[in-house]
């Protein structure tokens, strides 16, 4: 499986950016890092994916360092409703191309 | 983003009776579905990926007997679950991927609760 490791559990005061990391130190080069969230008893919404440069979009920014081994997800400005479980998955054909789903990461969004 | 639709959101079953749950790509055509289980306060796991004209793979440890899975075509997706136990309540969740290697959609996930 593709091995990334990301904490249990994060908390953000509301308005703030939440800054949620992850280590992929296992990651090949051609592997892309892709990130979802899930609200309770929803299904997954896909955030934002990225191979080796910054990515930005109307939801968040991806930051991967110059070797690929992690990543951080910047929600700018985090909401109540952006309280979820945050999945950080490393993609690529070595593994079918399929997104493998790890223990992900609890964001709570406080007021 | 694209749509993924699952159906139906959620249903209740007797043990030992079939269960078939549909997924659709509602904009775009996927050659390739994913099927996914989820378990209270665990994450997701991949069961199986649907093919669209060809067989199912299977992840080590499902069943494929019990989990049957057909992809008729580029738009569908059906998983059915043979033989209902209440251990087989879950949440079930499919995605679909408009190309292989871009973004997969998921749908809503549906809740099977077998009693």
């Known amino acids: 499986d593709a091995k990334t490791t990301q904490p249990t559990s994060m908390d953000c005061a509301e308005g703030r950016a939440a800054n949620l990391p992850c280590n992929h130190s296992t990651i090949s080069g051609n592997e892309y890092v892709y990130w979802y969230r899930q609200i309770h008893s929803q299904g997954p919404q896909y955030i934002i994916h990225g191979l080796k440069n910054n990515e930005t979009n109307e939801m968040a920014s991806l930051i991967i360092t110059e070797d690929r081994k992690s990543s951080t997800l910047i929600l700018p400005h985090a909401t109540l409703r952006d309280t979820a479980v945050y999945y950080c998955?490393?993609?690529?054909?070595?593994?079918?191309?399929?997104?493998?789903f790890g223990a992900g990461t609890i964001l709570r969004v406080k007021s | 983003g694209a749509v993924v639709s699952q159906h139906p959101s959620w249903v209740i079953c007797k043990s030992g009776t079939s269960v078939k749950i549909e997924c659709r790509s509602l904009?775009?055509?996927?050659?390739?579905m994913f099927w996914y289980r989820q378990f209270p306060k665990q994450s997701l796991m991949l069961m199986a990926t649907s093919n669209e004209g060809s067989k199912a793979t299977y992840e080590q440890g499902v069943e494929k007997d019990k989990f049957l899975i057909n992809h008729a075509s580029l738009t569908l997706s059906t998983l059915t679950v043979t033989s209902a136990h209440p251990e087989d309540s879950s949440f079930y969740i499919c995605s679909a991927s408009p190309r292989g290697d871009t973004e997969a959609f998921f749908g809503q996930g549906t809740r099977l609760t077998v009693v």
């Open positions: 904009d775009f055509q996927a050659t390739t």
């Open positions: 998955i490393v993609r690529g054909r070595r593994y079918g191309n399929k997104l493998v």
